[in-house]
């Protein structure tokens, strides 16, 4: 058990009562694959964040107040990533596949955001919606929805 586990398992007992409640590792997992597709580019823009909050609060359920520890948390975690497989993952077991499709449709709408697609950022939306768990078919699907909406 590494040290990150221990620590998990110890949180809980060793909060105070008055602490406010951490952000979902869900959520936070959702956060991070889209603070992902939205650095892809090398170019965070505002309204890439506009879109990301957008979908954390509409989607995941987060109030205005949390949204900043959400985003805090799943930049950190992005950042120590070494790759996407365990956000994915969890995302995996604790969605429902509507929810991870609304997830899909939401990584098309940051991409589309600035109003251009760049080769990497298709590459990597490709790459995560897979890793959900769709196939090309419904990935394109998804994608068409969201430029059509644009």
């Known amino acids: 058990m590494g040290i990150e586990a221990l620590r998990a398992f110890f949180a809980p007992r060793t909060s105070k009562p008055d602490d406010p409640p951490r952000p979902d590792p869900v959520t ?25 909050a957008r979908h954390i609060r509409d989607e995941m359920h987060v109030s205005e107040d949390q949204l900043q520890d959400v985003f805090h948390l799943a930049e950190e975690q992005r950042r ?9 993952q969890l995302l995996r077991e604790s969605l429902s596949r509507d929810q991870r ?23 990597l939306a490709r790459r995560i919606a897979e890793l959900l768990g769709f196939q ?6 998804a994608k068409e929805r969201v430029a059509e909406r644009r």
């Open 136 to 141: 090309h078919p419904e990935v394109q699907a």
């Open 80 to 88: 120590e990533s070494v790759d996407l497989f365990h956000f994915t």
């Open 101 to 123: 499709l609304r997830l899909v449709e939401a990584i098309w709408g940051v991409v589309y955001s600035d109003g251009s697609l760049a080769e990497v950022e298709g590459h």
């Open 28 to 52: 936070v997992a959702a956060c991070a694959l889209l603070l992902e597709i939205a650095h892809a580019d090398d170019a965070f823009r505002p309204e890439e964040q506009d879109r990301i």
